[in-house]
């Protein structure tokens, strides 16, 4: 009798396995059209050798933007990488770097602060799926389902708040199996280690008016609140791994520099470093140019993101002691897709390439 319970629990536990695995390939081949290709954000973090990135950045796509980091290792070499997505919800940044530290012992993640803006009735079910639906099946990934659920109200933006269709995605997706539902291919957004242009946009020049800085503060939705004080709990664990938050240099509304300024007092009450780039004095300093290096009011072009990535990774090389990782076994990666990004420089982006330098060069002469 025992033998055939035996036998039985362990067809059971193998048809539960299969059944997974099914269900996660299907998810991937039906998953949701994102514009943004987000699944390749941690499909390239996946592929990387063990024990190889020294610095992880995490947030929505101000982050993306913001840290060429291809660049940053061919000219610095640090090993960075961007676990940013579009309109990230604080409340999975935990999730992420417990990701991340399955297969990496980075010397600093870096914590881009503008999620702290939002209530937890504004995250959307896409804003979920960018992140859990390109995770890998894991424990992690059942907790972060759990949490972000537990954090929307019931009935906010179409959240899937019983959680089933974001456990198996392909409740959600069922329809794709017809070929004319399935999941295009955007070609206007790549990513480099996840630094992410979007050839649209990201050469293109605009003028931005930045709201003056102030020391004000405007308490944060109660919500987001208690995930960031989580959030710092789960920081004060980590050994070996520092953490920084920042405040991107941003065009930030005066009631979004309020709830930004609420969360680093918690951040500095707790010891943590708050880089703050919002007022002019420091964006000047380090030549961000409000006439030259925006394409909107939240994201650099490229050439303001070159500026701004120069300043960082210098910064963060000194300050937290960041050796130099190039010519060094399993950084290889790095120098290829710097190699690929000036390969594209050259050839897809060439034209607006040239066409975003040549209105910043009008637009500095006629400011000499």
């Known amino acids: 009798m025992r033998s055939f319970f035996s036998k039985n629990i362990t067809r059971a536990i193998i048809f539960l396995c299969l059944a997974g695995l099914l269900t996660a390939g299907l998810s991937s081949v039906y998953g949701f059209a994102d514009p943004d290709r987000t699944n390749t954000v941690l499909e ?3 592929e990387l050798e063990d024990d190889s990135v020294d610095c992880i950045f995490f947030g929505s796509s101000v982050a993306q933007r913001a840290y060429v980091t291809p660049v940053a290792f061919h000219e610095y070499g640090v090993a960075a990488y961007t676990l940013a997505t579009g309109t990230q919800p604080l409340v999975l940044t935990k999730y992420l770097m417990k990701e991340a530290l399955k297969t990496q012992k980075p010397k600093l993640f870096v914590v881009e602060l503008k999620g702290v803006n939002k209530s937890a009735d504004w995250v959307g079910d896409v804003h979920i799926r960018r992140v859990v639906d390109n995770m890998k099946p894991s424990i992690n990934r059942i907790q972060a389902i759990h949490d972000v659920i537990s954090y929307v109200p019931d009935g906010a933006n179409n959240v899937d708040t019983t959680g089933l269709s974001y456990y198996f995605p392909i409740i959600k997706y069922h329809s794709r199996w017809n070929p004319a539902k399935r999941v295009k ?6 990513y480099y280690n996840g630094w992410s242009p979007n050839a649209g946009l990201t050469f293109k020049v605009k003028k ?3 709201v003056a800085y102030d020391d004000h503060t405007l308490q944060i939705d109660p919500p987001t609140e208690k995930v960031l004080v989580d959030l ?9 791994t520092d953490v920084l938050f920042v405040m991107p240099p941003y065009q930030a509304s005066a009631d ?3 709830k930004m300024n609420y969360a680093k007092n918690i951040i500095e009450s707790r010891g943590y470093e708050v880089l703050n780039m919002i007022p002019e004095e420091k964006r000047e300093e380090i030549g961000l140019n409000d006439r030259t290096c925006y394409y909107n009011r939240e994201h650099l072009n490229y050439y303001g993101a070159l500026i701004y990535s120069d300043f960082f990774f210098n910064y963060i090389k000194d300050k937290y002691g960041i050796e130099d990782k190039r010519g060094t076994a399993g950084h290889d990666v790095w120098e290829k897709e710097y190699e690929r990004l000036m390969n594209d420089l050259d050839k897809k982006y060439q034209v607006r390439y040239t066409d975003m330098m040549d209105k910043i060069h009008g637009i500095e002469e006629e400011g000499k």
Request: with cysteine.
């Open 232 to 240: 710092l709990d789960y920081c004060d664990t980590l050994e070996g």
């Open 185 to 190: 291919k955007y070609e206007d957004v790549d």
């Open 208 to 210: 931005i008016k930045h």
């Open 256 to 258: 979004g520099i309020g």
């Open 44 to 46: 390239q973090f996946y």
